[in-house]
């Protein structure tokens, strides 16, 4: 109903006399649309209650409408910091509303934005079939490899996935969508992925001497 006043609370609540909170978005009344916008500031919140206070009642008689629930979604972090190229690992996704259809993928951290048309320093494969039986293997050794510009899905809370290359020192920033939403970018959720040089190097060694081999750093 135009003018009703809505507001967020916390399920532990249990009734609807707090005053509103701004972190929920605080009060909104609804317009002659049938909407009222909220900007929710609260991080990770599950399940908050709406309450309600319909003009036509007496001022301040809120009712709460359990049956309509709001979570605030999150996204806290993930699994790993680092990645080998070619080699196929977990990632495990971390915070509040993780779920399959979910959407993940990488692009620099130079990059403008999470658009479809940014583009990703190292390709990107996600990796089918018994998970168990790929982890730590090498993805030029395995099948039924997609990829996609528009992210890999996440199964889940976790993608068992591969990088097709090294990153040359540049970082990866995750941009993370949740089902039904669109990409953000969140980078704190560097990644950093490791592998040889791919322009090779002419090494020797002396037979019979100890000979050290590590990784060559680029610039």
């Not at 908050?48 to 049956?67: F, I, M, S």
Request: charged share 20%; hydrophobic share 40%.
């Amino acid at each position: 109903v135009p003018g009703t006043r809505i507001k967020w609370v916390r399920q532990q609540a249990q009734n609807c006399t707090a005053p509103a909170d701004a972190a929920l978005g605080g009060e909104q009344v609804v317009s002659d649309a049938l909407s009222a916008p909220f900007l929710v500031r609260a991080p990770g919140e599950a399940a908050l209650v709406l309450c309600y206070d319909l003009p036509t009642g007496p001022e301040g008689a809120w009712q709460v409408e359990e049956k309509v629930q709001l979570t605030v979604l999150e996204l806290t972090g993930t699994s790993v910091e680092s990645a080998v190229a070619g080699i196929v690992t977990r990632i495990v996704f971390m915070g509040v509303g993780i779920a399959t259809g979910d959407r993940a993928r990488w692009v620099g951290e130079s990059a403008p934005d999470c658009s479809a048309t940014t583009s990703t320093p190292a390709e990107v494969f996600l990796v089918e079939g018994p998970r168990s039986s790929v982890l730590g293997r090498h993805v030029a050794a395995l099948s039924g490899q997609t990829q996609s510009q528009d992210g890999i899905n996440v199964t889940g809370s976790s993608a068992v996935l591969a990088f097709a290359s090294a990153t040359a020192g540049e970082k990866l920033h995750l941009c993370y969508a949740f089902a039904g939403h669109s990409f953000e970018r969140y980078p704190a959720s560097a990644l950093d992925v490791k592998g040889l040089d791919p322009t090779g190097q002419s090494l020797d060694a002396v037979a019979g001497k100890p000979f050290n081999f590590g990784r060559h750093k680029r610039d």
